[in-house]
């Protein structure tokens, strides 16, 4: 059984650096588990780091990395399609759009629908050892804590104190979006309203996972269930001079929480200590060998192995650059990489799309600034870019926090590391245009992965 959920971050969760109570389930989980620590997502935006969840394979491999660009191709190997080669059927409850049917996220499920209250995904829970003999996957989607942030007062003491006297019942993601400009930092008040409804969010979320992890118990299957716990991404709640997800690669929005319990009895054992970062796209391999399968070599390796290599992250696309990070131990190198000259206009833009007056307010429509972004994104080499990248060290510390560090040997020496794992499984770089007559000339590749 594999739930995610969406933009949960670690430091939400007690036990891995957040406030015991808020999360009682996961909390649970996480004492009971095999395994549980932290997670580093494959990108801080959904498309690509669902597809790297689903696929094994970093995003400029798969190329679900845009929103031009956001169906998982049908030549890719998915995860119910490697285990039912070994024999499982599997259902899918999805709640993000970007993982809908139409997304091509159902290939390989046997049952693929819209989680809803999450009822039919409690009776398929209830009644597992009646299909298939219990040999099936189970993916569910939570949709919380991502915005909108609603407030549940029921929930509201597991915020402890300090909680703002008043909050609002709900915020929308538009109301966030204009502190996504770094230019606009949020106010010290708002933060404190916009961190305790994301955590009310992230509260929420857990009643959900309470009771799916309750249906799952009722039918008896629990001691024989492989479960893994986790997120597609996490959250920027201003640390980073930004809000939501997917417009930098900051520590907040990829370190989430990875939780893994084996069934009772297993012979195999989670390689990576509890302490050590590992990359949650590692969970392709990792079910596929519990199942009895081989991962084909291009994709990441699973936990039941110990690898000493450092955790990629990659982001396209956003504003005139590409980005990347590489987590090692507790040091990060940020790699931005220009496609294009610097749009100053680019978060008005994205803050006045489609409104009626934003071409009025910007000089232009805002599609053409985004047009002109894409072509020069499709005609530029996607790591070296169009001039030389810039470097940022950040060092994480225990208490959750990420500071920038002065030392050149250092980033020097994680900027060849970076360039040498993105080369890893692709040794030409091409420009987006380019992969993309590739990939069009490669035939159904899933047999090779």
Request: aromatic content about 8%; glycine content about 8%; hydrophobic content about 40%.
């Amino acid at each position: 059984m594999l739930i995610t959920f969406d933009s949960l971050r670690a430091d939400a969760v007690g036990g891995l650096g957040g406030r015991p109570g808020l999360m009682p389930n996961l909390e649970a989980v996480v004492r009971e588990a095999d395994w549980a620590g932290r997670g580093i997502a494959a990108s801080s935006w959904g498309v690509p780091a669902m597809a790297s969840l689903f696929t094994g394979l970093q995003p400029w491999q798969h190329q679900v990395i845009e929103v031009g660009q956001s169906r998982l191709p049908p030549e890719l190997l998915t995860l119910p399609e490697a285990l039912a080669a070994r024999g499982y059927s599997a259902a899918g409850y999805w709640t993000n759009r970007w993982c809908s049917e139409k997304q091509g996220y159902a290939q390989g499920f046997d049952v693929y629908e819209s989680l809803g209250r999450g009822h039919r995904a409690a009776e398929r829970l209830e009644h597992l050892g009646d299909v298939n003999g219990g040999r099936q996957l189970i993916w569910v989607h939570i949709p919380e804590p991502a915005a909108p942030y609603v407030r549940h007062d029921e929930l509201i003491p597991r915020l402890g104190p300090g909680v703002p006297d008043v909050l609002p019942r709900r915020i929308a993601p538009e109301q966030l979006e204009p502190f996504n400009d770094p230019a606009k930092p949020l106010p010290p008040g708002r933060w404190r309203r916009i961190s305790a409804m994301y955590r009310l969010n992230a509260a929420r979320a857990d009643e959900r996972l309470g009771r799916l992890l309750a249906a799952l118990r009722a039918g008896g299957q629990w001691d024989r269930t492989l479960l893994v716990i986790t997120a597609d991404h996490g959250e920027d709640l201003g640390e980073n001079g930004q809000v939501l997800h997917g417009s930098n690669l900051g520590r907040w929005t990829l370190e989430v929480p990875l939780v893994i319990k084996l069934p009772r009895g297993s012979a195999r054992r989670i390689a990576e200590p509890p302490r050590r970062r590992v990359a949650v796209n590692r969970l392709w391999a990792t079910l596929v060998e519990a199942a009895g399968g081989t991962p084909p070599p291009a994709v990441a390796p699973s936990l039941f192995r110990r690898v000493d290599a450092p955790i990629l992250s990659e982001l396209y696309l956003v504003d005139s650059s590409n980005l990347f990070s590489l987590v090692d131990g507790d040091d990060q190198l940020l790699w931005a990489a220009p496609f294009a000259p610097p749009e100053p206009a680019y978060y008005r833009a994205l803050e006045a799309a489609g409104r009626p007056d934003a071409a009025q307010r910007l000089g232009e429509p805002p599609a053409a600034l985004f047009a002109r972004l894409a072509r020069a994104f499709a005609a530029s080499p996607p790591l070296s870019g169009i001039a030389a990248p810039r470097w940022t060290l950040e060092h994480w510390d225990a208490q959750g926090r990420s500071r920038p560090v002065d030392a050149p040997e250092r980033a020097r020496e994680l900027a060849r590391r970076l360039a040498r794992t993105w080369h890893r499984f692709l040794p030409d770089e091409l420009t987006p245009a380019e992969e993309r007559l590739e990939w069009a000339s490669v035939p159904d590749s899933r047999g090779q992965g």
